[in-house]
């Protein structure tokens, strides 16, 4: 067997070479610990295929792939049917799409498979093509879309359950969107797991399936090897997740801002995102600084407790959040509770003043200088334009 060295050993490189090439590494066998301690000694600017072949002189015996089309791509199926909403397999379908022209390494290989027929008829209307999975097919992910089909008669059948059962069991990992989560629950495999599906469908999973957790406020979840999501779009923050942890926060970060979505939305729809400008901070020194703040808009957040909750001192900290974002910290903040304070906007009906303290500005005409300053709009001009 091979052990994959790439993500284990990734934080020992330079980060321009992990970035383009940590998965290039491929796979070395798990007893040549010698020759991975004399890889860490390679300067940074020696290329991947420099790595590869000196441990491959270096190693005896067992074979070390080429870097060229050796490595399978990670497979994706996502199971479709009468009545599938066309957004819960599309949007998971582009995500992962756009992360292959980003460069993800292993590339996905995404396959849309219907249990019994060639093409399923979707709830828009629209016919899809499904195609047959090969023989002995590893499937990595295994997506389970939701929509108005999934309580047709034929989807709740024996037949159906024992064949969704069969793929599910033989995937690494399995994802319901939307209230794809009934057919994932009638497999058996959401018991005693805590899960979500659409907000107006969580009292019907709950009382269907008391044996699940339903967490009604999550816009994802992970328990074990299933995820669940919430509705419609909460597909995409899924498979944004799903990149996120197949490789890296920074491939994530690009395929959310080519796709002209936010990275996360932590927590759940009663949580809203940070701004996709400071998306590709992820994974740097001031990743949790900015979650906290994020969780915790309402409170004050001056620099120095800023800094403190970063564990530097007041000068190294506003140099080195300056270097890395862009901008002051004073500036970062606004941008964030600006941000939080749009996305209250859209999807509440709360009071102006009660969404400025919900989100740390205090008083209405301070937000409404900042989110004039960020977005050349007031809050009440975007409420009425763009709420919807």
């Given at each position: 067997m091979f052990t994959c060295i790439a993500e284990r050993f990734a934080s020992f490189w330079a980060n321009d070479l992990v970035a383009a090439d940590a998965h290039n590494i491929l796979a070395i066998p798990p007893d040549c610990k010698i020759a991975l301690r004399f890889t860490f000694m390679l300067t940074p600017q020696e290329s991947c295929h420099v790595l590869c072949s000196r441990i491959l002189r270096s190693i005896p015996?067992?074979?070390?792939?080429?870097?060229?089309?050796?490595?399978?791509?990670?497979?994706?199926?996502?199971?479709?049917?009468?009545?599938?909403?066309?957004?819960?397999?599309?949007?998971p379908a582009q995500a992962l799409t756009t992360a292959n022209e980003e460069g993800a390494f292993p590339p996905y290989a995404v396959r849309l498979h219907a249990m019994s027929q060639e093409?399923?008829?979707?709830?828009?209307?629209?016919?899809?093509?499904?195609?047959?999975?090969?023989?002995?097919?590893?499937?990595?992910?295994?997506?389970?879309?939701?929509?108005?089909?999934?309580?047709?008669?034929?989807?709740?059948?024996?037949?159906?359950?024992?064949?969704?059962?069969?793929?599910?069991?033989?995937?690494r990992r399995v994802c319901s969107v939307c209230t794809g989560a009934f057919l994932l629950a009638r497999t058996g495999?959401?018991?005693?797991?805590?899960?979500?599906?659409?907000?107006?469908?969580?009292?019907?999973?709950?009382?269907?399936?008391?044996?699940?957790?339903?967490?009604?406020?999550?816009?994802?979840?992970?328990?074990?090897?299933?995820?669940t999501s919430a509705g419609v779009t909460a597909g995409i923050d899924l498979t944004l997740a799903l990149i996120q942890e197949d490789h890296s926060a920074a491939l994530a970060a690009k395929v959310a801002r080519r796709l002209v979505v936010y990275l996360r939305r932590p927590g759940?729809?009663?949580?809203?995102?940070?701004?996709?400008?400071?998306?590709?901070?992820?994974?740097?020194?001031?990743?949790?600084?900015?979650?906290?703040?994020?969780?915790?808009?309402?409170?004050?957040?001056?620099?120095?407790?800023?800094?403190?909750?970063?564990?530097?001192?007041?000068?190294?900290?506003?140099?080195?959040?300056?270097?890395?974002?862009?901008?002051?910290?004073?500036?970062?903040?606004?941008?964030?509770?600006a941000e939080l304070a749009r996305n209250y906007l859209h999807t509440t009906d709360l009071r102006l003043k009660q969404i400025a303290d919900k989100c740390g500005f205090g008083t209405e005409a301070a937000m409404r200088e900042a989110m004039v300053r960020q977005f050349g709009v007031s809050p009440s001009e975007i409420r009425e334009r763009f709420s919807i």
């Open positions: 015996g067992d074979h070390v792939p080429t870097l060229q089309g050796k490595v399978p791509a990670r497979e994706v199926v996502i199971l479709i049917f009468d009545g599938v909403q066309p957004i819960d397999f599309s949007g093409k399923v008829r979707t709830a828009s209307g629209f016919l899809v093509s499904s195609e047959l999975l090969p023989k002995g097919l590893l499937i990595d992910t295994l997506i389970i879309p939701g929509g108005p089909g999934v309580h047709a008669e034929s989807q709740t059948g024996a037949l159906f359950g024992d064949a969704l059962r069969k793929l599910s069991c033989g995937s495999l959401l018991a005693q797991r805590r899960a979500v599906t659409h907000w107006r469908s969580c009292d019907r999973l709950s009382q269907e399936f008391p044996e699940i957790q339903v967490e009604p406020d999550s816009l994802f979840l992970k328990d074990g090897n299933v995820w759940g729809q009663k949580q809203y995102s940070e701004p996709l400008s400071l998306q590709e901070t992820a994974g740097t020194r001031y990743a949790g600084l900015l979650q906290k703040i994020l969780g915790a808009s309402e409170l004050e957040w001056t620099v120095e407790e800023m800094a403190l909750v970063a564990g530097q001192s007041l000068r190294s900290f506003h140099r080195g959040f300056r270097t890395e974002l862009g901008m002051t910290p004073s500036k970062a903040l606004e941008k964030i509770r």
